[in-house]
């Protein structure tokens, strides 16, 4: 499983950002895509997901309504559009695949290095 994360960067509050992921070595049309992120000091937050055919999508509460996650299957590509960013969406963003509530902590089987987004004035 490769994942390549792109598209990170610095923004102002109330700015816009888009990240993409190219996905390789797994059945990406038939796999369920995560956007997660982890801020400085904290853990592995979940971001949003995907349906494998696009068609279902999901978001936490702190980003819904601002993120958009979309996917392309014939490229293998899962992007997230970031609107009216705020300070508090500052991370390093991942897109992983097999991710879950492991006795609590939300964890993912793989994820690529990450891409860091900083939001400040």
């Known amino acids: 499983v490769q994942l390549v994360e792109s598209g990170g960067g610095w923004m102002q509050p109330g700015g816009s950002l888009r990240l993409s992921c190219t996905a390789s070595?797994?059945?990406?049309?038939?796999?369920?895509m995560t956007w997660a992120r982890q801020a400085p000091g904290k853990g592995l937050e979940w971001a949003a997901h995907?349906?494998?055919?696009?068609?279902?999508?999901t978001y936490a509460d702190s980003v819904k309504g601002r993120f958009n996650i979309s996917r392309d299957n014939d490229k293998k590509t899962v992007s997230l559009q970031m609107n009216s960013l705020k300070d508090e969406d500052t991370a390093v963003y991942y897109c992983?695949?097999?991710?879950?509530?492991?006795?609590?902590?939300?964890?993912?089987?793989?994820r690529g290095q990450g891409t860091q987004v900083t939001v400040s004035s």
């Open positions: 995907i349906s494998s055919d696009g068609t279902s999508r």
């Open positions: 992983a695949v097999g991710c879950g509530l492991y006795a609590g902590t939300f964890k993912c089987n793989y």
């Open positions: 070595g797994f059945a990406f049309s038939r796999t369920l």
